[in-house]
């Protein structure tokens, strides 16, 4: 059963990593620094992107939800480590927040990018980039934070996979905009490890001579 529950955990990650990849890329996504009128002629020509992206979003916060949720029940071997996970749910959940308000931008944006003024646009655009990144890499950093020294203190996974996190989370807490990526790489890294390690443990004992 626990080998089981480590390969779906393994192949939930991912797929979220392949959502999130398709999410950051599909669409367009002009910095808060663009000026009205580009950010309004980006958006205009990319209406139906802008669509699709919001309905890949809802559904790679769902998977991460439930991937993240089952990390934190592998992970919460003692209370100590039960609580430490469940801090890093809570970061999850402040990302997922994050990811759930800039699908409901972009489908404004989609919805109103051809007739909204140059200043509605620019709004909606700084809420897509400035303030969805900072809610996003809060959450991303008390989830390594947290994630990282939960692994160190449990025997579920490798004792690196901590170390990993932990050295994500400070380069998204100096550099927020890295936070994404950040989490996007622990998940890949952790998910593969979690698909080897259980692919080394169904594995076959090597028979023993029988002595006469």
């Known amino acids: 059963m626990r080998s089981a529950l480590r390969r779906n955990i393994g192949l939930g990650g991912l797929l979220f990593v392949v959502l999130f990849v398709i999410s950051s890329v599909i669409a ?5 620094r663009t000026s009205a009128s580009d950010a309004a002629a980006k958006y205009a020509a990319h209406t139906g992107a802008l669509a699709i992206n919001v309905y890949v979003t809802v559904l790679a916060i769902a998977v991460g939800l439930a991937f993240f949720w089952y990390l934190r029940d592998l992970l919460a071997e003692t209370p100590a480590v039960r609580a430490l996970a469940t801090i890093g749910y809570g970061g999850v959940i402040l990302f997922a927040a994050s990811g759930g308000l800039a699908a409901g931008v972009e489908f404004a944006l989609s919805d109103v990018s051809n007739h909204a003024s140059l200043s509605t646009i620019q709004t909606l655009n700084v809420l897509n980039t400035d303030v969805t990144g900072v809610l996003g890499a809060g959450g991303v950093v008390a989830f390594l934070f947290a994630t990282g020294i939960a692994v160190m203190r449990s025997s579920a996974l490798p004792n690196w996979l901590g170390w990993l996190a932990i050295v994500l989370g400070v380069a998204s807490f100096a550099l927020p905009f890295a936070s994404p990526p950040g989490a996007g790489i622990w998940v890949l890294v952790a998910s593969i490890v979690l698909l080897v390690t ?5 594995a076959p004992a090597p028979a023993q001579a029988v002595t006469p």
Do not use: L, Y
Not at 28 to 32: A, F, I, N, R
Not at 198 to 202: K, V, Y
């Open 28 to 32: 367009p996504q002009p910095s808060s």
């Open 198 to 202: 259980r692919e080394q443990e169904s």
